[in-house]
Structures are given as structure tokens and as C-alpha cells.
């Protein structure tokens, strides 16, 4: 972020919507939108170009989909947070993105905070754990337990590590939980980094879904919703 300004890429198909969305977003304190396209190709082209800290992508568009689009920004981009916008919320999709390295997945249905709301999350390094993420991560967890995975899991965290896991999943900031845990913010990047290597995940979602498969993050799951419509 520069000068603590965020920008923002939109990539959406539907012009009213994706129009309507940058004029909603160019009205907040501290976001800028540099780039508005109408398809996941003219998006990547534009990437060349330009930067962006979030990129905001529907799931299904002409062309290439939002999917292949996530994993080559991903790939290309690892500094450039994902957040997926879609009247889709089926929850073996939204896990298999998750896989895939998308910081927020956001209905089409719910209400612009929500989304302002994410934007500030993933900006500082958090999860963005509304209700439809959630209940991927559980569809995923309840996956593991029907098919015997989660106690083929070697759980070699140790407990401050765990410690810090569950302050990811309470949605903490690396400032707060350096606070919490008594470390300095580059101490907890560094614990961070190093769970991401000793478990052989790539991402904070990743330590997540350990986390929820291990039961070490304690919390009650969500009432559970329709596959297909929330």
C-alpha cells in the first residue's frame, strides 16, 4: 500500500455492477481503483502494468475463469491479495478456491460493508472469516473426518505456535498478537513463516485448515446451510 492507500483491481464481466462497485469504492477514505476490467484475461494483461494490493474477481466470466485467474496471480503476483466476488456460494467450490490461495470470498448478496470490511482484513494480513468461508472450512474438516484424515495428521506445533493459530483464526492482527504472546511483530512473521514450512502449507488458510483437521483452533462450528444458496 503506498502512502496507506489501497488499490484495487476489479474484474467483473457485468458492466453495471462492476462500474457501480468502482464508484462505491473510489467514495472510501483510502482506497483507489486502478484497474477495471471486464474479463480475468484483460485483468492479467493489465497487471503487466500496473499494481494492485487487492484484486477483486468474480468466479465465472468469459474466457478464462476466475479460478485459472486466481492461480496465475497467484502465481505471478504472491504479494497481491485475492478476494472473490460471486452469487455463487456452493461450498466444495469455495473450499477448492481456498486451495487455491483466495483471501476472502464474498456473496454478491451481501451488504458493501462486508466487503470494506474484508478489504481492511486481508490488507492487514488477516483472515476474513464470514460465513460462507467458515462453513467451507468445515465442509472441508468434516471431509477429513469421514475419510479418516485427520489422524494420519502429525501435530508438531508447539504450544506457542498453537497459541498463535488460534489468534489467526480469532481474526488477530500480527500486532496483537505479538502483544498477546509478548513477541515483536517480526517475531511473529517468522513463526508464521516457519509453520507455513514445517507443515508444508503455503498460506495462512493453509495453517487454518490444519489447524480446524488437528482441533487445535477450539471453536464451535457454524449452523450448517444449504450446499448451494446461503
Known sequence: MANGSISIAIADDHTLFR?????????????????????????????????ADIVLLDIFMPEL???????IIRAQYPDIKVIILSMYTDLAMVNDLIDTGIHAYISKADEPEQLLQAIRS??????????IFTEALYWNRQLNVKYGNIGKVNNSLEDREKKILQLLWEEKSNKEI???VFLSVRSIEKIRQSMKEKLGVKSTIGLI????NTKIIGVDAPKATTMSSW
Open 122 to 131: 486481508v490488507c492487514e494480513n488477516r483472515i476474513y472469516k464470514n460465513k
Open 65 to 71: 475463469n476466475g479460478d485459472e485467474a486466481v492461480k
Open 178 to 180: 505479538a502483544d498477546e
Open 209 to 212: 485448515k490444519y489447524g480446524l
Open 19 to 51: 462500474k457501480s462497485l468502482k464508484g462505491y469504492l473510489s467514495q472510501q477514505k483510502s482506497i483507489e481503483v486502478v484497474i477495471e476490467a471486464s474479463n480475468a484475461v484483460e485483468l492479467i494483461n493489465e497487471l503487466k502494468n500496473k499494481t
